[in-house]
């Protein structure tokens, strides 16, 4: 494990505590080094304010520990199957924030609303369906990376780069944990607004397809021409 990506995954969760995004112990970080198919994850319960490098832990694709001495987080068995499903992914960043929180635990998806949300996600934000009993009892934290895989379904994971997991909240990816965090970040700006929009206008529709792909793809697209070269 480059020492480098640990670097990335310590300022990633530091940045998530700083922005508000997680709260005390809430949430967590991680990123995927593809060469050597080995992961870097925040340890369990411990304070983001008392992270250092060294606490960080590092555990191959099947969730065996590799290096470090802590417990890893207990939702690492989701961003593992995030990332042997997701192959363009980087990094994974779980919270638990306020506004989007509230959409996962009303078991509602974030619509498209405007080109505010369409600059980042091509399409609304979805909710995955309620697992079952016998998932919670069970595999619980690998049953809640299937039910995001499988809500994702044939889109392209970097198009709708997050997900609300029914009764929780939300999980975020990119093509790298920064990236990941950024997303987390955006995606509760997002549901800030639909919050705000469906309050002011309930019958709110979503945004016409032809004006999200526009804003999308002028940023995301293959012929992309925000910002600069």
């Known amino acids: 494990m480059h020492p480098s990506l640990r670097e990335a995954v310590l300022e990633a ?8 995004l997680a709260a005390f112990t809430f949430g967590n970080a991680s990123a995927i080094d593809r060469g050597a198919n080995q992961v ?17 832990v590092v555990t191959d694709l099947d969730g065996k520990v590799l290096e470090g001495t802590r417990r890893p ?3 690492l068995a989701t961003h593992l199957a995030l990332y042997r499903a997701f192959p363009t992914i980087g990094g994974v960043a779980h919270t638990h924030s306020r506004f989007a929180t509230a959409f996962a635990q009303a078991g509602r998806a974030i619509p498209c ?27 619980y934290e690998a049953g809640t990376g299937e039910a995001i895989v499988q809500c994702v379904g044939s889109h392209d994971p970097l198009e709708i780069p997050a997900v609300l997991v029914d009764s929780h ?19 509760e700006e997002i549901a800030h607004l639909a919050y705000l929009t469906l309050t002011l206008a309930p019958g709110t529709e979503g945004i016409v397809t032809v004006l999200r792909d526009r804003h999308f793809l002028r940023k995301h697209g293959k012929d992309a021409y925000y910002g600069q070269p």
């Open 40 to 56: 870097v994850i925040k340890p369990s319960g411990i304070a983001y304010t008392a992270l250092q490098v060294d606490d960080l």
């Open 113 to 139: 609303l405007g080109t505010t949300h369409a600059d980042y996600f091509r399409g609304a934000i979805p909710v995955t369906d309620p697992l079952s009993p016998d998932v919670i009892r069970g595999a």
């Open 169 to 187: 909240a939300p999980f975020c990816w990119g093509k790298t944990v920064t990236a990941a965090v950024e997303t987390a970040a955006l995606l």
């Open 73 to 75: 987080s207990s939702d």
């Open 13 to 20: 969760n530091a940045a998530l505590f700083r922005s508000g």
